[in-house]
C-alpha cells in the first residue's frame, strides 16, 4: 500500500456505493436465487473442498470490485512473501512460517540467510521416533507401566487447534492413548482429568513457547506434585514443546525430552508443528500425522498458486470483508454438519479473533476501518435447537455451513421418517440455508421471515486426517488474506498482554497475604480490593 490505507482508495468507495445498492429489494437473495445459472456462477471446487456461496449477498458486479480490491491491497503478493520467509510480522520483526511446517516440496525456505527446512526436519523426525518409542513400550512410566493417557498442559494456541484436530479424528485413534487437555488454570480443569487417567500411565506434555505462561507453570507444578504425591518420578511422566531459544522452566529441565518450535510460528498457527505433532502422533500415529500435514500442504499450494478468481480461501475471505465491512454484520457463525468437527469453531474464533483483531495497520496508524469480528459455533444439527431462532428472526449474521458426504464411521440401516440418521442430518443442512435465504411471508408476524440473511456451505468428501488438513489450511489462509486487505498484523497478540500484567500486580498481593496473613489487600483499586477481600474471607 502507499500512504492511502484500504478504505481510501477507488475500488472500496466503489464497494460502498455498492451496498447501497444491495438494500434494493430486487437484490434480496430470494430474488437472486432466481437465476438458474447462480449455482454454477458462485460455487467452486479445487483442493478437495467443494466451496458454494450462491446464497451471499453478492453478485458478477460485487465479486469484480473484490477482485480488484484484492489486487489493490496486493493480497497475493503478501501471501506469497509470508511463504517465502519474509518478516511479515512487523511488530516483532519475525518471519510467519506455519506453512513451512508442512512444505513437502522439498524447497529451501530461508529466513536471515538461513535455510529452515532442516532443522523443522529433525524436529518431525524426533517426533517419529519418541512416539514410535512409546507406541512400541520403549519409553515406559517410572514403575516400568506403558503410557495410555496423554494430557496436554497449555492454553491459547498452545492446545485449541490440537484439540480440534485430535476430536476430528478421534475415529483414527488405535494407539490404546487417550488424550486430555489441561488448558484452565481453574482446579476443576486439572480435577476432572485426575479422575480420568492413571498416573502411573499418565504422560504430561507441557506446552509453552515462551515457558512463561503463568496458567501453564501453575498447571505443570500441579501435575508434577500430582504424580510425586502418587510416588512416582515426575521426570519419566513429562515431555514438553517449547521455543528453541526460550529459557526452561525447571520442570521443562527434567523432562524427558524437548521438542522446539520456532519464533517464526505463532500459537494459533502451531497445531502442524511440535505443539501439534507431539500430541497428534501419540493419539493417532505419525503416519497418521504426516497425512494430516499433506493435506494442509494441499490447500497451502492452492491459496499460494490459485488465480484470484478462483482462490476458495480467498474468495471466502473477500465475501468476509463484505459482509464485515459493507453490509455490516458483526458476526461469523461456524455451523458443522459433522460432530467430529465441534471443536472447529473454538479453534477458529482464536485463531480470527486474536489475528484480526487489531486497531492499527503495519505502519503503527491508527486503523480507521473496522477490523475482525466475532466468530463462534455449534455443530448442527445442536444448532439449530440453540441460536437459529435468532438466525431466522433476530440479527442477522452470515453463516458457514459445513457438510461430510461419508461419515466416520458404518451407518447402521435404520431408518426413522424414512431416511438414516446421516441423511436426516443432511437434510438439515441443505434447508438451512435456504430458509435463511428465502424468508417466508406469513400474515402472523411471528410466523414471518425476512429472509435475505447470507450463508455459504462447503462441503468435504470425508473427515480424513488429509481432509482435515485442508480444512484447517483454508481457515487460516482466509484469516490471513483478510488481515493483508486490511494491511493489519495477524502473528502479534498485544491486546492478549495487557490482563496479564494487570494480573500480575493482583498475584503478588495474593502471595503477600499467603505469607502473612496479617497482610492488609491492597491494589489501589477499590473494585479489585473488593473482591480481593471476599476470596480471602470466603464469604461475599
Known amino acids: 500500500m502507499t500512504d492511502l490505507q484500504i478504505n481510501q482508495t477507488d475500488p472500496w468507495k466503489r464497494l460502498e456505493k455498492e451496498a447501497d445498492r444491495f438494500q434494493q429489494p430486487t437484490l434480496h437473495l430470494k430474488a437472486l436465487l432466481s437465476d438458474h445459472n ?5 460455487s467452486k471446487k479445487s483442493a478437495g473442498i467443494f466451496f458454494d456461496y450462491s446464497r451471499q449477498r453478492v453478485d458478477e458486479n460485487t465479486m469484480a470490485l473484490l477482485f480488484e480490491l484484492a489486487k489493490k491491497a496486493r493480497i497475493m503478493e503478501k501471501f506469497n512473501d509470508m511463504m517465502n520467509g519474509k518478516k511479515v510480522n512487523v511488530t516483532e520483526n519475525r518471519a510467519a512460517l506455519h506453512t513451512a511446517t508442512r512444505n513437502l516440496s522439498g524447497k529451501p525456505i530461508h529466513v536471515d540467510g538461513q535455510d529452515v527446512m532442516p532443522e523443522l526436519e529433525r524436529v518431525k523426525e524426533d517426533l517419529r521416533s519418541f512416539s514410535e ?54 482446579f476443576h480443569n486439572f480435577d476432572a482429568i485426575k479422575r480420568k487417567i492413571d498416573p502411573l500411565e499418565t504422560l504430561f506434555i507441557s506446552i509453552s513457547k515462551s515457558n512463561t505462561t503463568a496458567e501453564t507453570l501453575a498447571n505443570e507444578k500441579q501435575a508434577w506434585e500430582y504424580l510425586k504425591n502418587a510416588g512416582l518420578d515426575p521426570s519419566k511422566h513429562f515431555v514438553s514443546v517449547t521455543g528453541k531459544d526460550s529459557p526452561p522452566s525447571a520442570i521443562v529441565k527434567k523432562s524427558l525430552q524437548t521438542f522446539h518450535m520456532f519464533d517464526y510460528i505463532g500459537g494459533r498457527y502451531s497445531v502442524s508443528s511440535a505443539v501439534g505433532g507431539l500430541p497428534l502422533s501419540l493419539f493417532l500415529g505419525f503416519d497418521r500425522f504426516c497425512a494430516f500435514l499433506e493435506g494442509a500442504s494441499e490447500m497451502d499450494t492452492h491459496a499460494r498458486t490459485a488465480s484470484i478468481e478462483n482462490n476458495l480461501p480467498l474468495i471466502a475471505a473477500l465475501i468476509d470483508t463484505w459482509n464485515n465491512n459493507f453490509l455490516k454484520y458483526t458476526a461469523l457463525g461456524i455451523i458443522p454438519y459433522a460432530s467430529p468437527l465441534s471443536k472447529l469453531a473454538p479453534h477458529i474464533q482464536q485463531l480470527y479473533m486474536e489475528s484480526n483483531g487489531k486497531s492499527v495497520t503495519t ?11 466475532i466468530v463462534f459455533g455449534e455443530p448442527g444439527t445442536n444448532a439449530q435447537h440453540s441460536f437459529f431462532q435468532l438466525a431466522h428472526q433476530g440479527m442477522a449474521f452470515p453463516i458457514d455451513f459445513i457438510g461430510v458426504i461419508h461419515p466416520q464411521y458404518e451407518e447402521t440401516h435404520c431408518l426413522s421418517k424414512g431416511v438414516t440418521n446421516h441423511q436426516e442430518l443432511w437434510a438439515n443442512l441443505i434447508s438451512q440455508p435456504q430458509a435463511l435465504a428465502m424468508g417466508k411471508a406469513d400474515a402472523d408476524p411471528t410466523k414471518s421471515f425476512s429472509g435475505n440473511r447470507p450463508s455459504s456451505t462447503l462441503v468435504l468428501n470425508d473427515l480424513s486426517p488429509e481432509n482435515v488438513g485442508k480444512l484447517l489450511s483454508f481457515y487460516e489462509a482466509r484469516t490471513l488474506f483478510q ?31 499467603n505469607e502473612n496473613n496479617a497482610h492488609q489487600l491492597n491494589t489501589n483499586n477499590p473494585i479489585s480490593d473488593f473482591y480481593l477481600n471476599a476470596l480471602f474471607s470466603g464469604n461475599i
Open 38 to 42: 447462480r449455482f454454477d456462477l458462485f
Open 363 to 373: 505502519e503503527g496508524k491508527t486503523l480507521n476501518i473496522r477490523s475482525g469480528w
Open 133 to 186: 518409542k512409546i507406541h512400541q513400550g520403549k519409553i515406559k512410566g517410572s514403575t516400568g507401566r506403558p503410557f495410555s493417557h496423554a494430557v496436554v498442559i497449555g492454553i491459547g494456541g498452545s492446545y485449541l487447534g490440537t484439540e480440534f484436530v485430535a476430536t476430528a479424528l478421534s475415529s483414527f485413534a488405535d494407539k490404546n492413548i487417550r488424550i486430555h487437555f489441561l488448558s484452565n488454570v481453574d
Open 483 to 513: 488481515a493483508f486487505l486490511w494491511d493489519i498484523n495477524p502473528f502479534d497478540q498485544f491486546g492478549v498482554e495487557l490482563g496479564k500484567v494487570l494480573a500480575g500486580n493482583i498475584r503478588k498481593q495474593m502471595a503477600k497475604k
